[in-house]
């Protein structure tokens, strides 16, 4: 079961002397006989991953194929799975002691930078009047008001402790709301891992290159129509074929889990068009670009206003939470204000609330979104110079703070032209900008984040160490 600590594709492991510009944080116990931080002094060394290769072939025997979720797994780059040890800013450092400029950021929620000081603060004080309630708290309000004041269609939120979660109950919504059963999502869009959801869902499906799972009932997915992204002919091929009958269409505005693909011009205009002629509604499934690409999310930065908005990941800032919000007249219809049933006991959380709070205070301050956007833009346009430079096919783009690239020569507008993608490649690129200290999602379906703790300093290392990367595979 020992994974090999060697590169893939010919690509091993080479020298880096990691910087010690933040300090790591004290050790911690471990059950594990792995060392879980390391000293100042032993900090400049090799680059190895022997510690985060004890630590898997541990877990392996607690958690099934060690991790908690599967794309942590390392399976579609090779190697195992690095261990991290702490974080801080733009960077990460694992329990080998190496350091990475991270373009993950837990995912997308760490916006303004991993553990922030006043974050921290104000979680602090708050952990001081307790970590739960199970009864409504203040905090739950600040941040519904913040919520309703910042996304154009939700004039009621619910919250909840995942994106899983929201998508779950806004679908349930949607189909009490028009009594209707029938969906429509697309192919490579992730929406959590509900039964009705897992039908050509991308992300760590496709990463795994699994079926859409095991396990979940054909009734559950019966009602679970699908189209190609972009592809606005076969939606209304759907309609046309299924009147009366679907309640909504779910989207991701902007794809982040088939990698990273924006809308063709017109495409979100015309399926708002088409739902409002048809009786169904518009769901957006903003975890990902909620609070991302504006403030308002993507239905701001697009000018599309769908009727039910899925969000998390930035409103937890960096702590658990989602929520689902929309039309007043729909959100009346959620337990107990109206028969809709769903519950939480952690639902609001006041941790996960205050994190929320405090990262949204910062994104509204001015120039948040253009600094974004410009140190994203000088990213992706280094790495598709550096990829042209060195002869490689390569396409991408980015939208404020969210970007993605693809090893072929595009473009990319669904989930089959990202398939099309030099898989193999890619692994000897992830590898390699490993060795170089750079952290991307370990996935050629995911998308990248930068925050605003990303300095130009940060972006220059990446692109120079993706062109040396790039001109040696």
């Not at 509604?281 to 009727?307: C, H, K, N, W």
């Not at 989930?415 to 490993?434: I, N």
């Amino acid at each position: 079961m020992a994974a090999s600590i060697n590169g893939v594709g010919g690509v091993g492991f080479g020298g880096l002397t990691c910087s010690t510009k933040t300090p790591l944080p004290s050790s911690r116990s471990s059950s594990f006989r792995v060392q879980m931080s390391v000293p100042v002094e032993d900090k400049k060394r090799n680059y190895t991953l022997q510690k985060s290769q004890e630590a898997f072939n541990a877990a392996l025997n607690l958690m099934p194929g060690g991790v908690n979720s599967p794309v942590r797994a390392f399976k579609s780059v090779g190697g195992q799975p690095i261990f991290m040890d702490s974080v801080k800013g733009s960077h990460m450092w694992d329990i080998d002691g190496n350091e990475y400029i991270d373009y993950v950021g837990s995912w997308g929620p760490a916006i303004i930078g991993h553990a922030d000081d006043e974050v921290l603060e104000a979680l602090a004080e708050t952990m001081k009047k307790g970590t739960s309630f199970g009864s409504p708290c203040l905090l739950e309000s600040v941040l519904a008001e913040m919520v309703i004041s910042a996304v154009p269609s939700i004039e009621m939120v619910r919250f909840v402790n995942s994106g899983t979660e929201a998508c779950m109950g806004v679908l349930r919504l949607a189909r009490t709301f028009t009594g209707r059963e029938k969906i429509i999502k697309f192919e490579g869009c992730y929406h959590g891992h509900a039964d009705p959801f897992l039908v050509k869902a991308g992300s760590g499906v496709a990463t795994l290159g699994l079926p859409d799972s095991p396990g979940v009932p054909k009734a559950t997915t019966s009602g679970t129509l699908t189209a190609p992204y972009n592809d606005i002919a076969a939606v209304e091929g759907l309609f046309n074929s299924n009147e009366g009958e679907i309640a909504a269409i779910i989207l991701e505005p902007a794809v982040g889990n088939s990698g990273f693909i924006t809308p063709k011009p017109d495409f979100l205009e015309a399926i708002r068009r088409l739902t409002k002629e048809n009786g169904a509604l518009l769901i957006f499934d903003e975890v990902m670009t909620g609070f991302r690409l504006s403030y308002g999310g993507a239905q701001e930065y697009f000018g599309i206003t769908p009727d039910l908005t899925t969000l998390g990941k930035v409103i937890g800032g960096g702590l658990p939470v989602g929520a689902y919000g929309g039309r007043r007249e729909i959100m009346e219809m959620v337990a107990p204000a109206g028969p809709m049933y769903q519950a939480g006991t952690l639902s609001g959380n006041p941790l996960a609330m205050t994190a929320g709070i405090q990262t949204l205070k910062r994104l509204k301050a001015p120039g948040t979104y253009e600094y974004l956007d410009r140190i994203t833009r000088e990213l992706v346009q280094g790495i598709l110079n550096a990829g042209k430079k060195t002869g490689h096919a390569i396409c991408g783009g980015h939208i404020r703070g969210m970007f993605g690239f693809f090893f072929t020569e595009g473009p990319v507008h669904n989930f089959d032209d990202a398939k099309k993608s030099d898989a193999a490649k890619f692994v000897r690129f992830y590898q390699g900008m490993l060795r170089e200290g750079v952290y991307f999602a370990p996935s050629q379906f995911e998308a990248g984040f930068t925050s605003l703790a990303h300095s130009p300093e940060d972006i220059q290392k990446t692109v120079a160490a993706a062109e040396n990367v790039l001109s040696n595979i």
